[in-house]
């Protein structure tokens, strides 16, 4: 038997979803210490410009980034603050869990493989 999402539970999901890739993961953080252009995200992150913008698109869609434009460069900067919340209060739960999440056997990854590695 199937089980249904609630409806009320899909905004979650997506916010879920939009924090599961580690390349978006990776900029959040990077825009917690202030704010950063395209140019300076791929630099620090050793990321494709197309692959940055692409990110910063989805969480701009998302409503946790935000720009300013300044002459013909943009400044990207967290719109929600509290986000950080969010992300500590989850690294208290990974503590808390210890291995159990990274060896999940549906979403972790088995010890020693790639994403761990560069983690």
């Known amino acids: 038997m199937a089980i249904s999402c609630a409806p009320g539970l899909a905004p979650a999901v997506a916010l879920f979803r939009s924090l599961g890739d580690p390349t978006r993961l990776a900029i959040l953080r990077r825009l917690a210490s202030g704010e950063a252009r395209v140019v300076d995200l791929t630099g620090e992150l050793g990321l494709a410009q197309s692959t940055v913008s692409k990110h910063l698109a989805c969480l701009r869609d998302c409503g946790l980034i935000d720009y300013r434009v300044e002459g013909r460069q943009s400044f990207y900067a967290l719109a ?7 992300l500590r209060s989850a690294e208290q739960v990974l503590a ?11 979403y972790g990854t088995p010890a020693g493989s790639p994403a761990e590695a560069g983690a």
Do not use: I, K
């Open 80 to 86: 929600r603050p509290e986000l950080m919340d969010l």
């Open 96 to 106: 808390a869990t210890g291995d159990a999440v990274a060896l999940c056997p549906v």
